[in-house]
Each structure stands twice: as structure tokens, then as C-alpha cells.
């Protein structure tokens, strides 16, 4: 379904409005009657009501009122989010089409807020639904009347959104019929008319890399790996070496010969969420003509089992010819992710971010409402994207990264185990990466916030895209930087 966010300049016809303002009194009172008014003051005041709909037989007016002087700004932003959510909610209750927003409240920031909230919230995954037409949303339209948004802006957000959409989309998609091929050929087509450059390698290339970490994970599929990499390289790029996005690929975790419980395993198809923020997140920038050059790669496999498939014990050498010691083959992330921090190095990257569903144990640390982040050798870069986290509601907490960590990696026949111990799981899966690295390098953990088994407001059921609005934003911070 397409959905646009676009500026107008006045208002034409008898449109369905969202009036947003900071108290009834200063709503436009060609719209509403005195008694009305006074009804919402009284609402307002006494029942705390911030969202009103009136019916006008030939159009609706929903109110939303907003304090400016609430809360701390990231907290507003957020509660605005949620109310566009609500307003989407109910604007497809009413059949309405279309909508134009008007801001009573000057030089805010406000309806960017609440349109985003508002096309996010408006996301749906029918493709399996029988009854699609019926249950389709019919809001493929939001106007805008304000002379403070810039149309830059707008234009953003619709590519944001797109972005996340399509990355949601991918998650959404069944582990079977998203297989590693699909997966690259999803983003291929996602690319396509940007001016993004993709490749894709197939097994015998990932053979000849000598990808071992990807290849062992993948020897238990039918299905072939693939190794994506994306390139968005624009003539005016503020930097010279690249930015790198890393996404885990993994389209259906079983866990392998570790199987998982079956209550785990149901969500599994999510894992390859990292590699679908990954590529949506650089389809937005390209899209927005962002003057960063960026790369995403986008390992890929299901993890799953056969008779050759990987089991404990093993012993797997990695591209940079690490050999690592196999003990637990649920731990498939950190083996596909390690191949492509190593393919990684070869672009002499400013900085690598990658984005896993790397760890329960990240979730049982902070829960869904956020993600568990680890750096090295970029306190700048990483406080920057923390505060991104925050502007945007996809928030970061910062693990450590001491030495101490490493230690529990040691192994007495390889180069390095594949686990820690049994605490500190998300930590150290994170020091068994940083050894596949040698520049600037944040890992981001997305166990917890990518995936919701219920309605999480405008992150959605199913695929949140948590990461492509924070990586996003802050791939705009770098470009606006020098
Ligand atoms: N894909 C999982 C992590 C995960 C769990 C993502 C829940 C989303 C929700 C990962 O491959 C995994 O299985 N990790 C194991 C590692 C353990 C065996 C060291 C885990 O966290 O249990
Ligand atoms: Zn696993
Ligand atoms: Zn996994």
C-alpha cells in the first residue's frame, strides 16, 4: 500500500482535519461553536482528555490537544508519536482517506512528530489475509498545512517511513519463504531505483572468500548462503573512508543441533532483522540523497539441521583465519556476523555499526523497550548515535567492554571459543565479534525491541525496523557534521 505525507499550502474542499493545539481556546473558532469549546475546556481540564473526534456529516475534525510545557522534550515527542498512532486508529474506523493536519502551535516540531507516529501506526501485514480487502486501512494520505516544516523534512519522513515498511515487511515474512536468496534478491529490488550499487555472492564466492563462519552455519540447509553488499557512494560524500552498516541475515534460527525450545522458536523468523534495518536504512539515505557514502553487508543462512549440518566440538576458521571452537550451535550470529566484520576491514570503514538479534540475554538484561549497545574506539560516534537513540525513541544502553570478558573466550584447541560463560551472554558474544575487528566499531543488540508478539502502539505486531530511524538520524548528524 502506498502512503504520502505531503505539504499543502491552504485548505480545499471539506477535508477531515486533525487540529492540533495547546489549549481549546486558541482552536480556530471558524471550526468550532462556543458550546464546543467550552465542552473541551471542560473535558480537558477535569477528565485530563487529550484527543477529541467530531463528527461533521461530511467530514471529520479530530482534536489533539498537547502541552508544550509537559514532560521533557524527548518524553513529548514521544506521547505525540503515540497520539498519531491513536488518530490513525481512528481514522480508519471512520473509512477516511485522507487527512490535513493544521498546527495551531508556531515554530514547533510537533506534527512532525504526530505524522510520524500516525504513518508508522498505519502499517499492515495482510499479504496472508484472506480478508485483506476488507481489513485494509484506507488512510493513504496525510496533508500537512504549516509554514514551519520544511518540505526536506517531509520528504525524509516519507522515506523513513517507506524504509521502515519495507524492513518490517521482511521480518514479517515466513522463515521458509524468505530464504537467503530471497532475502538478497528483497533487496535487490528494494534498491533499485536508488542509486544504491548491489552485489550479490552466492556460495561458490562465499566459498572462494572462505567465509568458514557463514559456510558452517549454513552446512545444515538446503537453502545456499548468500553475502550482500550494499553501496551508496554520492560524488558530494563528506567522508572518505565509509560508513559500514552490518546486518545478521539469519532468515529462521532452529538453533541447529542446540535446538531451541519450541516457545523460542517461534519468533525465529525475526532474526533476520538486523539485515533488514541494514538495507532499509541505506534505501532511506540514498533516498534522501544523504551526502554520506555508505555500505551495508548483509550476511545470510537459515540455521538449521541436517546430517552435515554443524554440531559442538567443531572447529570453524573464519575469513581472517581465526579458528573458533563450536559450542553451542544456537550461537549462529556472532559466526555469520564474524565474516563480515572481517569483509568489513577491507573498505578502511570510519566506522562499522551492526545490528544483531544476537542474544536472550541482552532481553533479559533491559527488556524489548530498548537495545543493548557496546563500543570501541568511537566515544564521539557513539554518544552522538545515543542521543539519536533518544530524539527517536529507539534507545541505546551502553554495556562495557572490558578485558575481563575476553578471558572467558579462551579455548584450549582453537584461536578463540564461541561463548563466554554462563552470564554476561550479550557482553561477551560482543568481545567474540570485536576480535574479527580492528577500527572503529559499535555493535548494536536488537533481541529485544525488534520483535513484538503483541500491537506495541506504532512499532507495530511483529517487525518493529527498530535501528533504520536511529541510523537514519544519525547518518544525518554525520553528513551535516563537517
Ligand atoms: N537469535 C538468537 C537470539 C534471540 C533470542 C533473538 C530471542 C531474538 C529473540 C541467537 O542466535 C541465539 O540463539 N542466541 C543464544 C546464544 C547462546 C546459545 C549463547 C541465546 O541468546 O540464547
Ligand atoms: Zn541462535
Ligand atoms: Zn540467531
Not at 504526530?114 to 496472508?128: I, P, R, S, T
Not at 572462494?208 to 550482500?228: H, I, Q, W, Y
Not at 561477551?428 to 548494536?444: G, M, N, S, V
Amino acid at each position: 500500500m502506498k502512503f504520502n505525507i505531503k505539504k499543502v499550502y491552504s485548505l480545499e474542499g471539506m477535508p477531515s482535519l486533525i487540529v492540533l493545539a495547546d489549549k481549546p481556546e486558541n482552536l480556530p473558532d471558524d471550526l468550532f461553536t462556543v458550546e464546543e469549546i467550552e465542552y473541551l475546556t471542560h473535558q480537558h481540564t477535569v477528565q485530563k482528555k487529550k484527543q477529541f473526534e467530531f463528527n461533521r456529516l461530511n467530514r471529520w475534525i479530530f482534536v489533539q490537544l498537547f502541552n508544550p510545557e509537559e514532560h521533557t522534550p524527548y518524553k513529548r515527542a514521544e506521547s505525540l508519536r503515540k497520539a498519531g498512532c491513536a488518530l490513525a486508529l481512528s481514522l480508519n474506523e471512520q473509512k477516511c482517506e485522507s487527512v490535513t493536519i493544521i498546527d495551531c502551535l508556531t515554530a514547533s516540531l510537533a506534527t512532525f512528530y504526530l505524522m510520524e507516529g500516525l504513518a508508522l501506526g498505519n502499517y499492515q501485514f495482510l499479504k496472508y489475509q484472506t480478508n485483506a480487502v476488507e481489513k485494509q486501512h484506507t488512510l493513504v494520505e496525510v496533508n500537512i498545512l504549516s509554514a514551519f516544516l520544511k518540505q526536506e523534512l517531509i520528504d525524509q519522513l516519507n522515506y523513513v517511513v517507506e524504509a521502515v515498511w519495507m524492513a518490517r515487511d521482511l521480518v514479517n515474512e515466513p522463515g521458509s519463504t524468505l530464504t537467503a536468496t530471497t532475502l538478497a534478491e528483497s533487496l535487490r529490488l528494494m534498491v533499485h531505483s536508488t542509486e544504491i550499487k548491489i552485489e550479490i555472492f552466492n556460495q561458490k564466492k562465499i566459498e572462494a572468500l572462505k567465509m568458514g563462519g557463514l559456510l558452517a552455519v549454513n552446512r545444515g540447509s538446503d537453502e545456499p548462503a548468500t553475502f550482500t553488499v550494499l553501496e551508496y557512494n554520492p560524488s558530494n560524500a563528506i567522508n572518505k573512508q565509509p560508513l559500514i552498516l552490518v546486518g545478521k541475515g539469519v532468515v529462521f534460527d532452529t538453533g541447529g543441533y542446540n535446538l531451541k525450545p519450541s516457545g523460542s522458536m517461534s519468533t525465529m523468523k525475526s532474526d533476520m532483522a538486523g539485515a533488514a534495518v541494514a538495507g532499509a536504512t541505506l534505501y532511506a539515505i540514498a533516498k534522501a540523497h544523504l551526502p554520506i557514502h555508505v555500505l551495508a553487508l548483509i550476511p545470510a543462512t537459515d540455521n538449521r539441521i541436517n546430517s552435515k549440518a554443524l554440531v559442538p566440538g567443531d572447529i570453524v576458521t573464519i575469513s581472517d583465519g581465526t579458528t573458533v571452537e563450536i559450542k553451542n550451535t544456537d550461537a549462529e550470529g556472532r559466526l555469520i556476523l564474524a565474516d563480515a566484520l572481517v569483509y568489513a576491514k577491507k573498505f578502511n570503514p570510519m566506522l562499522v555499526v551492526d545490528l544483531a538479534t544476537l542474544t536472550g540475554s541482552a532481553t533479559a538484561a533491559i527488556g524489548n523497550i530498548a537495545a543493548v549497545a557496546m563500543h570501541n574506539g568511537c566515544e564521539n560516534h557513539f554518544e552522538t548515535l545515543t542521543d539519536c537513540g533518544f530524539k527517536v525513541h529507539e534507545r541505546l544502553v551502553s554495556f562495557p567492554m572490558w578485558d575481563d570478558y575476553a578471558e572467558m573466550l579462551k579455548s584450549d584447541i582453537a584461536d578463540i571459543k564461541q561463548l563466554g560463560g554462563k552470564h554476561a551472554g550479550a557482553i561477551t558474544a560482543a568481545k567474540f565479534l570485536e576480535h574479527f575487528t580492528d577500527y572503529p566499531w559499535i555493535h548494536i543488540d536488537i533481541a529485544g525491541p525488534s520483535f513484538s508478539e503483541k500491537q506495541d502502539s506504532y512499532r507495530g505486531l511483529g517487525g518493529s525496523a527498530f535501528g533504520v530511524r536511529l541510523l537514519f538520524n544519525f547518518a544525518k548528524e554525520l553528513s551535516e557534521e563537517d
